[in-house]
Structures are given as C-alpha cells and as structure tokens.
T-cell receptor, first 117, second 115 residues
Framework: AQTVTQSQPEMSVQEAETVTLSCTYD???????LFWYKQPPSRQMILVIR??????QNATENRFSVNFQKAAKSFSLKISDSQLGDAAMYFC??????????????FGKGTMLLVSP | EAQVTQNPRYLITVTGKKLTVTCSQN?????MSWYRQDPGLGLRQIYY???????DKGDVPEGYKVSRKEKRNFPLILESPSPNQTSLYFC??????????????FGAGSRLTVL
C-alpha cells in the first residue's frame, strides 16, 4: 500500500520569506500523480499544485513550486514571498494514474503553516 | 459552476439516530469518494464509487453505507451513528479517464458531531 509521510507537524515563516514543506512517499508504481492541497480555516480543500511522475520538470504555480525527486520519493513544496493568506494546513497526497485502473488518493497527515507579520 | 455540493454542512445528532449526508456533483464525473478528516490523521477514505451501482470500501468503512443509484449523487449513510464518527467529512469526485482523471474536486465538507 502507498504511504505518504509529512514529517513536519508545524512550520513557521515570516511574511515575504520562503518556506519549504517536506513530503516523502512510498510506492512501487511508475505512473502516478502527486499533489499539495491547502486547507485554510474555512476547511475547504484547495488544490495548490500537482506533479505528474513522468515529467522531470518541477511544477510551478506562481509563488508555489515543488522539488520532485522521483528516485528519492520526495516531493517538497516551496512557498516564496509568503503571505498571511498562506497560513493553512497543507496536505501532500499521492494517486496512482487512474488511466491505469482505479486508484485512491492517499494523504499525509498534514503540516500546519503559520505565517507571522 | 462546476462543483461538489454536500449537505448538511453542520449537524449535531445523538447516538443511534440514522442520518444521511448527501453529495451531488454537476461535472458528470464517474468517480466519487467519501473521506473523513480527524486531527493528526489526515484524510482517510471511507467508500468510493467508480460508477453507477459500483461501490467499494476504502480504508475506514465500518459504520457507514453508501449507494450510487444516479451518476451525480453519492450519499453517505450512518445507520446507527456513534461518538467515534464525530468528524469532518468530505465528498470528492473526478473523471475516470483523460487529463482530469487524477484531480479530485472536493465538496466544502460536513462537520458531524455525534453525542
């Protein structure tokens, strides 16, 4: 079974600074997707960024970027120029490619990001 | 607007009183799923459905039932709720093929408290 590990229960960053959230995963599959979801106090699950395992290039979305190390099974999220609105719980998640058959989305336990002025 | 709609958003009930949390999506998605979120445990899958009349257990199915009689709806049923089912519940859906197959769209969540 696939597992996703987020080793940082909580992280702190000051506004305008950069922070990196860590995630490792375990799988024997070759085709899969990795995601970072943000959960603000509203509890809504918001997709931040996704990475296809077959792509070597790291995904970026504005201030958010990932460092995807397939051999090391590592998938960290970097938030640049942190803003107060970035404060939230962040979940790393894994999903085997649905086009290869059914797969579930497996989540890590989350990292709470605190942003201070 | 493409969305997943859950109801109720908040519910307080008592042990043993049957309840249903509804979930509806307007994106013609084949795949639908229920998750529960508990502090320190992340999100765990309860049940999923690959299409109409096709459902299967996730990681924590005990105490729950589901049905998929229509493509757009996937209700979660608690026949006899117990306090350990107090949680935040999410419904989610996705296509089962193509580029959108791997991206789940989540509902807003349903906060359930069982006394």
């Amino acid at each position: 079974a696939q597992t996703v590990t987020q080793s940082q229960p909580e992280m702190s960053v000051q506004e305008a600074e950069t922070v990196t959230l860590s995630c490792t995963y375990d799988t024997s599959e070759s085709d899969y997707y990795l995601f970072w979801y943000k959960q603000p106090p509203s509890r809504q699950m918001i997709l931040v960024i996704r990475q296809e395992a077959y792509k070597q290039q790291n995904a970026t979305e504005n201030r958010f970027s990932v460092n995807f190390q397939k051999a090391a099974k590592s998938f960290s999220l970097k938030i640049s120029d942190s803003q107060l609105g970035d404060a939230a719980m962040y979940f790393c998640a894994y999903r085997r490619d649905m086009n290869s058959g059914y797969s579930t989305l497996t989540f890590g336990k989350g990292t709470m990001l605190l942003v201070s002025p | 607007e493409a969305q997943v709609t859950q109801n109720p958003r908040y519910l307080i009930t008592v042990t043993g009183k049957k309840l249903t949390v509804t979930c509806s999506q307007n994106m013609n998605h084949e795949y639908m799923s229920w998750y529960r979120q508990d502090p320190g445990l992340g999100l765990r899958q309860i049940y999923y459905s690959m299409n109409v009349e096709v459902t299967d257990k996730g990681d924590v199915p005990e105490g729950y039932k589901v049905s998929r009689k229509e493509k757009r709806n996937f209700p979660l049923i608690l026949e006899s709720p117990s306090p350990n089912q107090t949680s935040l519940y999410f419904c989610a859906s996705s296509s089962d093929r193509g580029e959108g197959a791997n991206v789940l769209t989540f509902g807003a969540g349903s906060r359930l408290t069982v006394l």
